[in-house]
């Protein structure tokens, strides 16, 4: 192949990649912005979205795409369940400590890791694609299953942004990252909002799963890599602003795709993961960010 | 935290010296006495937890005294490792050098990553160590051809000798291990009555106030880390030597987590605690993976615990209840 077709074909896999990266580093970033806490345990709840996802596709064996669209429903709202449960059982006990928070999640980030392998195993499973057919371009043929997944990423996106800033649940959220104490004084229920926000944050890593598992198979250590990449976007989109966060997650997509493609993915992910180090360093508001944390 | 405006406002002549040399001595006899009743797998058990105790107590100065609470000490531990693993390999050099420049490998990371790392606080001081220590992780990966990554080598034999002794003897391994961990339980005594031992509690404490009373808190906090990571790096290194393996597991994030949770789990901030949490987890995560392979269930699960019921871990809730005197 030449290099142009090559170019578009590594851009289109990271751009699929930037998708599923905006959508899971978007639920870390507002877990962060409005609680002001580091939730390690973000890249689990991304695998158990993937895995309650092969569950549900295989428990109804009627037609792909229907298995598909209920893993879409059921696989964020039992996600965020369990996420609830651990911000009111863990967290909110904790009163948000940041760094008491950080090892408290460390700690779920082993519960639920383990508790899969100790009920799903350690196999990797493949859910099917709803719909199973390629777009021929001139060069190659490319899956339609990819460009739907891009789509359903940016309807994602701004359904979340309409719900932020025309919704009244949205306007609480803000209120309460903006000032909490100002936000409990106008009989806002701050830690209902917490909650809600913590378990808006696990279905969102939830749904970037269930788009990302019929390319990728579901496995219990699956979590680790969209953890790190959602804590690079996050840095460098600027903590706790939504708009950085996204700006970041195509770039970081788009050149992860890119560069895995052309060199070695060890050497990208050294240099990555220094860079980002360098950025928290010289820049803590992030690249794009406008405050100080 | 409570116990150090304790420390603080006590008279620097009253903790009973005597008391505090005699308990810490004692368990080191009753870590020698050990090495003649032990069956061997609790033998060769007690010789890795001195090791990992050593890692753990490095920690302990960072997290424990100086609040410095670091998610990457893997890779001080695994620079330790691998310096003192490939002199062996490809240079030939014997234990004691190997061990010396596995100590100056750490200290090297230390004064360059460590050093940059501090220039934030807090939460992002947290996410550049783990970040710092991922790359370092991958750079094994990357040099693949001389670590070979995963799968690890072995230490050759013949560089596994200090002072015409066999390091994987088990009773010269033992008495190495019991030295090492003598030496930095000695050290972390002699560091937490030392004078930089109360400034670096008092940063701990209130950054600002140390600041503004003129203590250079960005040195300070460089110094501890670098001790930190000379006992940790010490252990890595001897971990490799005793042990006779190099592999990059002890590079992965698991290693930056444990030292936490063992020092969690003794008590942060107390000389003991750090060794206490090590055995208590080791001897937990033995039993639990005797029984399922699932058995990093159980960090988790105690991660959890600790940090909602006993933040200041076993030893830290005995000094505050009964032993006030305990260092």
Redo the contacts between chains.
Sequence with gaps: MDFGPYFLLASLEGAVGAAVLAVTALGLSLVFGVMRIVNVAHGEFFMLGAVIAWWVASLIGIHPAVGFLAALVVSPLVVGSVAILAERTVLSRLHYDPEATIVATIGMLYVIQQAVLMTYGPEARPVQPPFDFRIQLPWFGYSAYKLFVILAAVVLLLAVWWGLTRTRLGLMMRATQIDRETARAFAIPVDRVYAGVFAVGAALAALGAVLVVPVQQAHYLMGHDPLLLSFITVIIGGLGSLRGTVLAAVIIGMSDGIISVFFSPTLAKIIATLAVAMVLVARPQGLFGERAP | MSESTAVLSTPPAAPPTARILGLHLGVLAVLFALHFVLPDYHHISLSRIMVLACFAMGYNLAFGYSGL?S?GHAMFFAAGLYAAGLVAQFADIAAPGGFLIGVAAAALVALTLGA??L??G???F???TL??A??VF??I??FGTYTRGDEGFVVPDAMRVLLGLDLADPTVRYMTALALFAACLMGSLALARSNLGRVLIAIRENEDRARMLGYDVYRYKLTALTLSAVMAGAAGAAYGLLFGYVGASFASIQYS?YP?LWV?MGGAGTVLGPFLGTVLMFYLVDLTSAA??????V??????AL??FF?KGILGTVRERYLPWLP
């Design positions: 609470l998610l940059i790392a220039r934030t807090g939460v992002s947290m996410i550049v970040m710092f991922q790359a991958l750079i990966y990357y987590i936490l969690l399922t392979t699932a058995y990093l269930l960090v988790g699960l105690v991660l959890i940090i909602l933040p």
